[in-house]
């Protein structure tokens, strides 16, 4: 390499990065350790595979601007690669060890993405979008089409216990699959990181703030769409592989629009501006997927209201709401301003009880219309046909949401306060 | 030598015609004001040469390449590249990345993922010292749009600069600058501009006798005049069209 500079530079180790990654790897090493039981593993292995969905998502919505309604498509064709080569692995006719079955599935991702995206990547915008949710819809009526490959109703299921044991590793246990899909998530994470680092991960940025100025330094705007997306495709591959090796089975389900529409929820809630937000929105998805749904019938009405209001009142997502919040306790004035939100949370908390206890009992009425009327919300029996219950919801309700609005006034009023603090700390730094 | 070259060059939007057969030889080196009134098809004409829009008629000659009908990434990759009257940067992108994602493909990065930018010493130091060039060397880290309007100006020629394409199309850089600020950004652009061609759409005509080699006149698509500055001044049709307005002779007497 020809020596550019003629003078020693001296260049620090990022302590910083290596703190955070470290931190990340440690996470994913301890966190079936402290959350040990099935149901935990289970869910944390889910966790993995969305946290790798989510970010590959991302490369196209939050990094090129491209709202992709269909991004199951390339998860769920991954995931049924991904079964058929472990079907042919459990069968002697394809020599590949469990381990890279999800490298097989980021194979078929990224054909899929080839074939499919070439289309879908000819246009920017609004035409990209709809492009990308015929394909959705395309794939998912192909799925009931041709049964021999994607099983029909019932779906392909197979068995992840193939071959010899290597070092006491069958992938039997749900803890060893739990650890193939961590370090699978953290080389994924780290790639996709690195991605936003290159030439082509900057120019995609490029592209997503202004596509025309672009082709004016000499891109092309639509190969530089095809090639992220391609590159989306193999991770999202990847995150449907070790779907199918954790699950041992796929059905049509994962090439759907339900599983895109999440998706593109999820990456949303935990912030497209930043890298690390769809790893939030991701954890979230799983939450909500498995938790929330055994605590209510309602959950996803819940879920549409929380996706409503941030996208109104916090379209950054969640880690933009912590960065922010970052940027006060950097400037030493998160004290000044926690008070306003534990008014925020305990008065949003209150009206949204309220809002609950009224949405249990229509849901209880529709749905359990032969059962008795009654029914327990958060350790309080309540009559879904009596006055008092509605009058009590009602008024809890909006006793909860008087307060927020309250709080909330208050809350923006502080908040301009460190901001006028922060812009005037700015000008003096620099003045010095 | 003949650096650009439009043979006849004509477009209709429909039925209208917008440029009706332009002949223009630019020669290396050679900085050219393009004036005219409003609607007579400036713009059109830097869009037409710069790959925006297509010739329905004519050709479009860079050095010995034919450019009409080349997408516009094609002919920058040719050595040509322009800046906007309407200010095209790239918003959520500090100050140094609107610089670097400028010099990335001439440095042949490509569409390369296999490599580290912080470990891309000439793209890097180019973005830099383009950056102490354009004044905005301050503003490193400052997303382009938290400039302020001559900022974006100024970051706007300096992309357009950043490839050292070897002719630079100029699209009105002086637009909606005050009086002060359009002199200290005319000084800019000679500096930048140095040993280029030069094309420059521009209205204010003291901007134009002071900076311009040769000037193009253009009224209703056709190029009237292409002199000197001097010829184009006393040329009696170009009086007529264009300089005879009384708001043209106030701007020339600045």
């Excluded at chain 1, 400037?331 to 008014?343: D, E, S």
């Excluded at chain 1, 749905?367 to 009058?391: D, K, Y």
């Excluded at chain 2, 493909?105 to 973005?127: I, Q």
Aim: include cysteine; charged fraction near 15%; hydrophobic fraction near 50%.
């Amino acid at each position: 390499m020809a020596l550019t500079k003629t003078h020693y530079e001296f260049k620090p180790y990022n302590v910083a990065r290596w703190i955070i990654w470290g931190l990340f790897a440690l996470i994913l090493l301890l966190a079936p350790k402290l959350f040990n039981s099935n149901l935990s593993v289970s869910m944390l292995s889910q966790m993995g595979v969305a946290i790798i969905a989510c970010l590959s998502y991302n490369m196209l919505l939050g990094q090129g601007g491209m709202l992709s309604f269909g991004h199951a498509v390339y998860t769920g064709l991954g995931s049924y690669v991904a079964m058929h080569a472990l079907l042919a692995a459990g069968s002697g006719s394809l020599p590949v060890p469990v381990t890279l079955i999800p490298l097989v599935g980021g194979l078929g991702g990224m054909f899929f993405a080839v074939l499919f995206g070439y289309v879908s990547t000819k246009k920017s915008g609004t035409t990209f979008a709809m492009i990308t949710l015929g394909m959705a819809e395309l794939v998912f009526a192909m799925s009931l089409m041709f049964s021999e490959f994607f099983g029909g109703e019932a779906g392909v299921s197979g068995n992840r216990v193939v071959g010899e044991s290597f070092w006491g590793i069958t992938y039997g246990p749900q803890i060893q699959v739990y650890y193939l899909t961590a370090a699978y998530t953290l080389v994924c994470v780290a790639l996709m990181y690195a991605f936003t680092r290159t030439p082509l991960g900057r120019i995609l940025n490029a592209v997503r703030d202004n596509p025309e100025r672009v082709e004016f330094i000499g891109y092309n705007t639509q190969h530089v769409r095809y090639l992220a997306f391609i590159i989306a495709g193999f991770f999202a591959g990847i995150a449907g592989g070790l779907a199918s090796v954790n699950f041992e089975i796929v059905t049509a389900e994962v090439v759907g629009s339900g599983r895109s529409g999440a998706y593109l929820l999820f990456t949303f809630l935990g912030g497209a501006t930043f890298f690390f937000g769809p790893i939030i929105g991701a954890v979230l998805m799983v939450l909500a997927f498995v938790l929330l749904s055994e605590l209510t019938k309602a959950w996803l009405l819940y879920l549409g209201l929380v996706f409503l209001f941030m996208v109104m009142y916090a379209p950054g997502g969640i880690s933009s709401l912590i960065m922010m919040n970052l940027r006060l306790a950097a400037f030493g004035r998160l004290k000044q301003i926690w008070v306003a939100y534990v008014g925020l949370g305990v008065t949003a908390l209150i009206g949204l009880a309220g809002t609950a206890a009224m949405i249990e009992m229509v849901y209880h009425l529709q749905l359990n219309t032969t059962a008795s009327p009654e029914l327990v919300f958060a350790g309080i029996a309540l009559n879904a046909t009596s006055f008092n219950s509605w009058f009590g919801s009602v008024f809890v309700m909006l006793t909860g949401f008087g307060l927020f609005e309250l709080a909330r006034r208050q809350y923006l009023h502080d908040w301009e306060e460190t901001q006028v603090y922060i812009e005037k700390e700015i000008k003096r730094r620099e003045a010095l | 030598m003949i650096a650009l070259e439009l043979k006849n060059v004509r477009k209709n939007f429909g039925k209208t015609e917008i440029i009706r057969g332009v002949d223009l030889a630019v020669q290396a080196g050679e900085r050219v004001a393009i004036i005219g009134p409003n609607g007579a098809g400036k713009s059109t004409l830097f869009n037409l040469i710069s790959g925006r829009f297509e010739p329905s008629s004519g050709e479009i000659w860079l050095g010995e390449h034919r450019i009409d009908g080349k997408k516009p990434f094609e002919i920058n990759r040719l050595g040509l590249s322009r800046s906007f009257q309407i200010t095209n940067i790239f918003p959520k992108l500090s100050v140094f990345e609107n610089l670097r994602c400028a010099v990335l493909w001439k440095l042949g990065y490509k569409y390369t993922f296999f490599k580290f930018l912080a470990d891309l010493e000439d793209a890097n130091d180019r973005a830099e010292a383009l950056m102490e060039r354009i004044r905005l060397d301050k503003k490193r880290d400052v997303l382009a749009v938290n400039l302020t309007y001559a900022e974006q100006r100024a970051l706007e020629i300096g992309i357009t600069i950043a490839g050292g394409a070897d002719v630079v199309l100029l699209d009105e850089p002086t637009a909606g600058m005050s009086k002060s600020e359009t002199k200290r950004f005319i000084q800019l652009i000679r500096e930048v501009t140095e040993g280029k061609t030069l094309l420059t759409v521009e209205h204010d005509m003291g901007v134009v006798f002071g900076l311009a080699d040769k000037i193009a006149v253009v009224v209703y698509g056709e190029v009237i005049a292409f002199d000197t500055p001097e010829a184009v001044r006393a040329n009696a049709k170009v009086q007529e069209a264009y300089l005879g307005s009384a708001v043209a002779e106030s701007q020339a007497a600045h």
